[in-house]
Structures are given as C-alpha cells and as structure tokens.
C-alpha cells in the first residue's frame, strides 16, 4: 500500500458486487488507521475502490473477461 499511514493496518477481505444477473468475489483490503479522530475507517485505497467500480462496469456491459481479471465471476439463477 504506497503512500499509506505507518500507524495503519490492514485486512484481506472479499467484497460482492453484483450486477444484471452475476456476482464477483472480488477481493479488497481493509485500512485501519490507529487513533482516526474522524472515526471513518475501515476504508478501501482508492485503487480497491476503483477496482470494484471497473468490476461493476465490466458486468454491467456483461464482459465477464474483463471483470474476471479482478476476481471469480458467477452467474445468478432463479431456483425458486
């Protein structure tokens, strides 16, 4: 992480986006900053938050390629 705190600390999680009928798993990492007198966090870089929004985007346009660079792609069905 360039040009994060050296107070911080960081968590590996997966974040869903879903879009027209598919989910990505994408995965992300958490920013803890230790003493946020703002109370915000955890937050995302905006590298991870620009990923997401190019997962979306790529599904939207329902170019599973482009949005399966960033993570694993599954298709939604009705079962019931």
């Given at each position: 992480?360039?040009?994060?705190?050296?107070?911080?600390?960081f968590?590996?999680?997966?974040?869903?986006?879903?879009?027209?009928?598919?989910?990505?798993?994408?995965p992300?990492?958490?920013?803890?900053?230790?003493?946020?007198?703002?109370?915000?966090?955890?937050?995302?870089?905006?590298?991870?938050?620009?990923?997401?929004?190019?997962?979306?985007?790529?599904?939207?346009?329902?170019?599973?390629?482009?949005?399966?660079?960033?993570?694993?792609?599954?298709?939604?069905?009705?079962?019931?």
């Open positions: 992480m360039s040009g994060s705190q050296p107070d911080a600390s968590e590996q999680v997966t974040r869903l986006v879903e879009e027209g009928g598919y989910i990505a798993k994408v992300v990492t958490l920013i803890y900053e230790s003493g946020d007198p703002t109370n915000w966090g955890p937050y995302l870089s905006a590298e991870d938050a620009l990923k997401l929004d190019e997962v979306r985007c790529a599904l939207r346009r329902r170019d599973i390629p482009a949005a399966a660079r960033h993570g694993e792609i599954f298709e939604l069905t009705k079962v019931a």
